[in-house]
């Protein structure tokens, strides 16, 4: 099998696998009344992942984060969620994975 039809296999697999998952209720933008997806299934479409909201599962489908980094921001979630750039505070967050992942969160606080 070629690499092409391998990753149209791997895509077809996730398309089919997210389908039947339940989407949650859409919540509204405040800033264009439109109506936004949340966590993971929102990074998808290129929403940022609000800090303040984001579950275990959301954090792991960053980049760069793992099992330990995602329970150190849910642990410091407050402190992240009313001021992102204080992301390297947060134990397993430095500057090179700071930079990495500061385009991926918003704050809804």
């Known amino acids: 099998m070629g690499l092409g039809l391998a990753a149209t296999g791997a895509i077809s697999i996730l398309l089919a696998v997210t389908a039947t998952l339940p989407i949650a209720p859409a919540s509204q933008d405040r800033d264009c009344g439109t109506p936004s997806i949340e966590?993971?299934?929102?990074?998808?479409?290129?929403?940022?992942?609000?800090?303040?909201?984001?579950?275990?599962?959301?954090?792991?489908?960053?980049?760069?984060?793992?099992?330990?980094?995602?329970?150190?921001l849910i642990k410091n979630r407050e402190m992240v969620a009313s001021e992102p750039e204080r992301l390297t505070e947060v134990p397993g967050i430095g500057k090179v994975k700071y930079l990495k992942l500061r385009g991926w969160f918003a704050s809804s606080r």
């Not at 929102?42 to 489908?61: E, H, I, N, T």
Request: hydrophobic share 40%; aromatic share 6%.
């Open 39 to 72: 966590g993971w299934r929102g990074l998808l479409l290129g929403q940022p992942l609000d800090l303040s909201r984001a579950k275990y599962v959301d954090l792991l489908s960053l980049p760069a984060v793992g099992p330990r980094t995602a329970s150190s």
